[in-house]
T-cell receptor
Framework: ELKVEQNPLFLSMQEGKNYTIYCNYS?????LYWYRQDPGKSLESLFV?????AVKQEGRLMASLDTKARLSTLHITAAVHDLSATYFC??????????FGKGTRLHILP | DSGVTQTPKHLITATGQRVTLRCSPR?????VYWYQQSLDQGLQFLIQ???????AKGNILERFSAQQFPDLHSELNLSSLELGDSALYFC????????????????FGPGTRLTVL
């Protein structure tokens, strides 16, 4: 069964710095999702990555997918306080069941 | 505002009871997804419907059922409620799906917070 692991689970960083959140998955997943959740709020879809080598960027966030390594990354460039949130990745197993990671709680210090 | 609405926002009920959560997708979206979020279990995908038909099934308990109606709104029915069913329940919608899970962006509703006492 597909397992999805994110790391780190907690991250506190300074504004202006770069950092990467890693999402490893255990078996084949034909797509990889990234979501954002602000405290007490609903989820927001960030990216859907469909193929090996896929890279998507939106503002200071860039997501990539390496299906051979079973790894997706979410890179944050020059972090700003507004990016403080919990970020989830999720893969999809053969039965089209979405499996989430535990989330990375990101706190960006001004 | 995502355009997805969920009712009610909050629901408090007792063990053994049955509740119905309602979701109205964005105008024109054919796919509806249901998710559960709790401290114990994290985020879990429950089920997806596309144009009235079940398309993908996740960790949905037998005590739970869902359906999507001809007007595309969806309902999640939770019965014989237990304390552990206390959670946030989100629905999301996306434009279409030609097979299984859509690759389209999902738009999430604000959620229903269920408390079982």
């Amino acid at each position: 069964e597909l397992k999805v692991e994110q790391n780190p689970l907690f991250l506190s960083m300074q504004e202006g710095k770069n950092y990467t959140i890693y999402c490893n998955y255990s078996t084949t997943s034909d797509r990889l999702y990234w979501y954002r959740q602000d405290p007490g709020k609903s989820l927001e879809s960030l990216f859907v990555l469909l193929s090996n080598g896929a890279v998507k960027q939106e503002g200071r966030l860039m997501a990539s997918l390496d299906t051979k390594a079973r790894l997706s990354t979410l890179h944050i460039t020059a972090a700003v306080h507004d990016l403080s949130a919990t970020y989830f990745c999720a893969g999809v197993n053969r039965d089209d069941k979405i499996i989430f990671g535990k989330g990375t709680r990101l706190h960006i210090l001004p | 505002d995502s355009g997805v609405t969920q009712t009610p926002k909050h629901l408090i009920t007792a063990t053994g009871q049955r509740v119905t959560l309602r979701c109205s997708p964005r105008s024109g979206d054919l796919s509806v997804y249901w998710y559960q979020q709790s401290l114990d279990q994290g985020l879990q995908f429950l089920i997806q419907y596309y144009n009235g038909e079940e398309r993908a099934k996740g960790n949905i308990l037998e005590r739970f059922s869902a359906q999507q109606f001809p007007d595309l709104h969806s309902e999640l029915n939770l019965s014989s409620l237990e304390l552990g069913d206390s959670a946030l329940y989100f629905c999301a919608s996306s434009a279409h799906s030609d097979r299984g899970l859509s690759t389209d962006t999902q738009y999430f509703g604000p959620g229903t917070r269920l408390t079982v006492l």
